[in-house]
């Protein structure tokens, strides 16, 4: 098989009712959008039989299935399918149903009409409450203080596969959705950005355990900060020296 151009992660926790369903509509969509694309399942520990109807609902369209023994978090899913990705683009959805696979039309035209190599997403007039909406500006004002950078990103993007290292990456949690971001727009990365439908979820509840402490982000935020100064110090030491 030759190189695909786009490679779509579907991360799952227990979604044994919602994978058919939400496969089948991104498997008609990349049919008709994206021929040259594969889907990549990860599995993150789920209890029921998300797996094998995920395998039922991709037969016959390039794919792989890979399996968590136990829950690592979002982070290491990701992380699991772009080891595992064939593809020139990367890209995300969660399995609950609420991202349309429209999503990755927008994110793709973006990508090649704004000139970027990494394109973001916000979701409109997602109503998540007074306490997430200042919890999400506390966040962001955390970034740019701690990292300086201005990041928005809610939902998934869109991205050259060797921007991804997944050996550098350190988060398992859904911090990695912060550490991404940060690392490739501290590096000057062409960007973009899209503004994406968030839909009900299809059935069942969140695995989410509710918003993340402030404190536990003040924490990830520095410790990245820690990892990156240190990076940066050891590539300066191993740079060749000017004569």
Known sequence: MSTPDLSVIVFALNEEDNIGPVLAELRQWLAGHEPSSEVVFVDDGSSDGTADAAAAALEGMPHRILKHATNRGIGAALKTGVRSAH??????LPADGQIAPDAIGQLRRA????????????YEDRDDGLYRKVLSAGVRSLIFLVHGVRMRSDGPYLFRRPLFDPEQLAADTFFLNFEFPIRVLGAGTPAGLVTIECRPRRSGQSKSTGPTRIWGVVRDLVDLRVRLTKEALTARRRAPKRP
């Open 87 to 92: 593809g020139l683009w990367v890209t995300f």
């Open 111 to 122: 990508a090649l009409q704004q000139g970027a190599d990494v394109v973001f997403s916000v």
